[in-house]
Every structure is written in C-alpha cells, then in structure tokens.
C-alpha cells in the first residue's frame, strides 16, 4: 500500500514539493537572509611614535568581504568601517606589518568574511631637527635712479623637521621671489618661506619672513655742469 501510495501520480506529488520548496523561500522574511559585497577603505596608521617619519609605504587600501543581512547590507558603505595599525611599538628596522582582523571595525551584525593584503610595507626614519639659514629670493632689477645697497631679512634662521635622509648639508631656506624691479624707494616685504624639500615642515606659528629692501639713490650728473678738464 505505501508503495503504491508512493507511485501513483507521483508527477503530481513530485511537482508539490517543488512549488511547497519554493513557497517556503519565497515567504521567508528579508531579514533572515544574508548576501555577501566586497568593500575597499583605507588602513590608517596610527599611534605614530613623534620621533619616527614615514618615508615610504605601500598602498594601504584594505579590501573586505563582508556578510550582513539583505535589508541593510545595500546601505553598507566603506565609512561604516575603519581599520587601524597601531605604530607605537614600530622600528625603524621593520618595514612589513602584519593586518589582523581585531584591526577591521565594522557595524553591529556584520561579519568580516575576508580580507586582504594580509602584510603592508611601510618604511620608517628617525626624525631630524636642524636649523637652515633663510635666503631671500631677489629678482629683476631695480630702477635706473636706484642701487639695491642691503638686504634684511627676519629671521635670519629658520628651525626645520624632517626625515634625516631628507635633510642635507647645504640645505637653506628660500623666500618667495621678490621683483625688486617694482619698488620704487626702500621697502619691507612680508614673504612666504620655501623649503628645501615638501617632506619637511617648518617649526614656526607664522611661516613668512620681513625682508628689508634698502635702496639708495644713484647720483644723476647735471648736464649744465661744466667738466673739468
């Protein structure tokens, strides 16, 4: 009997259980299915000793698989996470850093999949701090009637940060070019200071010099004044 319970009109009953399968999926609520999306952010490094540089580093864009469900993995979006390497204990002699997952913070209900790189390249350099002697820049000419006779400039020095290998010898500070061939008598300019190299910073409030133009006035000769011969 069970057997041809089994058998008769078994199309029918075979066609059932797939339309009753595909009701329970159909029905199941949004928010008990899950979907998977790959999102890129940025690894930030953090904690950086204030005695070490950053010189050189490997793109540090972190690639996360994650899974959350249905109903809010779409609003998902890479400043919903961040992901941090902490550098307080770095050395100047390591240059590959592992990546873990405890450094991956993402939103309640999401799970990391996966993630990779799983190493970044970073290179350290000591810091280096060093006085430059400050240069005005001095360009065109002056006027016919006017001989440039000094130029000032406040101040004289300049403290300068950097990486060491950043820092060289014969290094100076530079100002804004200053058109002389436009002034008129003695001036003093406010200018802009330039440094040597974009990797270092100038340790001062206010970043600009006082340049004291002086000029003294050339004597024209008369040209009703008899020559003496």
Known sequence: MLKD??????????????????????????????????????????NLPHDIEVVEKSDTTINLKIRARKRVINELAPADFSAELDMSKASIYQEEYPINSSMIKAPPGVEIVSFSPVYVHVKLEKTKTVELEVVPTIVGRPPENLRLV?????????????????????????TSPIDVSNLTDSAVLEVDLILPRPELRLLALYPRARVNIIFEKKEVPNPNQEVKR
Do not use: Y
């Open 5 to 46: 319970f089994l058998t008769r009109n078994w199309q029918l009953k075979l066609l059932a259980i797939i339309l009753a399968i595909i009701l329970w999926i159909v029905m199941i609520p949004e928010e008990k299915t899950f979907a998977e999306k790959t999102l890129s952010l940025n690894l930030e490094l953090v």
């Open 150 to 174: 000094k130029v000032e400039i406040t101040p004289s020095k300049v403290t300068v940060s950097g990486p060491e290998s950043k820092i060289r010898p014969r290094d100076k500070v530079i």
